[in-house]
């Protein structure tokens, strides 16, 4: 494969990944956690919300690295790493950003202890620890969506 295909390849596997990544984010955001706030008891919504929310951890992982990776190919293979010094690129900043968040958030935070101290936060104030998850999704799905509009239009020239 030569090497612009590949840079193809990637470009494509990143929007692929952005789709079922932020796609889930937009579901769990818009849709899940409202129902459950809707039929479920304030004290079961956060373990409800964990179970649900557990299979697409999982795929969030992996769409993450495939965001990841594709997007560090792309950045090379365009040698474009000045890119961020300059703030006419704030999307490819803002992209960055969001993919550290999820990272940070995924692979370390909620493995070590985001999962414990919900419980122990629900166990106090239920019924604020779920309107907290609720606000940090609307404000990372929000995040993410300005993202994408910024990263497709500056990726075709628009600023
Ligand atoms: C480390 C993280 C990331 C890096 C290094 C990265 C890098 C890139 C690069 C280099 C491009 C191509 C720019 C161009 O053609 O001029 C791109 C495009 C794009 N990225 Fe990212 N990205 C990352 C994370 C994300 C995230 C988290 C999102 C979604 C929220 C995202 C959404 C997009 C979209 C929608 C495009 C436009 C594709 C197109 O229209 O062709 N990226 N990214």
Known sequence: MKDYELFVVARSVHVLAVV???????FITTV???AIAKIVDSEQRIALFEQLE????????????????????????????????DLQFWWLHLMTLIWFIFTV??????????????????????????????RMHQVLLTLSLVAVFGAVAGSHGYF
């Open 105 to 134: 958030v995924l692979f370390v935070l909620e493995p070590l202890f985001l999962h414990h101290w919900f419980l122990q936060q629900a166990k106090k104030d239920a019924e604020k620890t779920f309107a907290k998850i609720q």
């Open 20 to 26: 079922i990544w932020i796609g889930g984010v937009a």
């Open 54 to 85: 557990n299979k697409f951890s999982v795929q969030a992982k992996v769409m993450t690295l495939a965001t990841g990776i594709s997007g560090y190919y792309m950045l090379d293979f365009l040698n474009a790493w000045q890119r961020y010094q």
């Open 32 to 34: 899940l956690l409202p």
